[in-house]
């Protein structure tokens, strides 16, 4: 998750290897109809991935967010305050077992009701 300083249209278009595989996944209801956003906005932090139905941030970190655990930590207790849950996974976990991530997502939704087929209420 990115501070302000980067928009997220450019992100969008700067996505990284890991960040480009994961949405092939999630993009246009592709993961059991729930609706993802990449590189949204929760101000004031830009999430790499976000449900709002499920209230679920996804990020995906390399090797750069050893040097920002601290800043990592605040970002995930203000999203937390917010009622998001917040699942982090290692770039290189996308890209060897993505079965992973969509497991963890599967157990987040259980007990939700199902997306609406139209994507619309």
């Known amino acids: 998750m990115r501070g302000m300083a980067g928009q997220p249209n450019r992100l969008r278009s700067t996505m990284t290897f890991a960040e480009t595989a994961m949405w092939a996944l999630l993009r246009r209801r592709g993961f059991e109809g729930w609706k993802f956003r990449r590189q949204t906005r929760i101000d004031p932090w830009i999430a790499d991935f976000c449900c709002y139905d499920l209230k679920l941030v996804i990020e995906l970190d390399g090797g750069v967010h050893r040097l920002r655990e601290a800043e990592d930590k605040a970002r995930d207790a203000d999203l937390t305050r917010r009622e998001f849950t917040i699942l982090r996974f290692g770039n290189e976990a996308v890209l060897t077992n ?21 994507g619309s209420a």
Do not use: V
């Not at 993505?98 to 139209?118: Q, V």
């Open 98 to 118: 993505p079965n992973l991530m969509l497991e963890a997502i599967r157990r987040h939704a259980a007990g939700r009701p199902p997306p609406h087929p139209s």
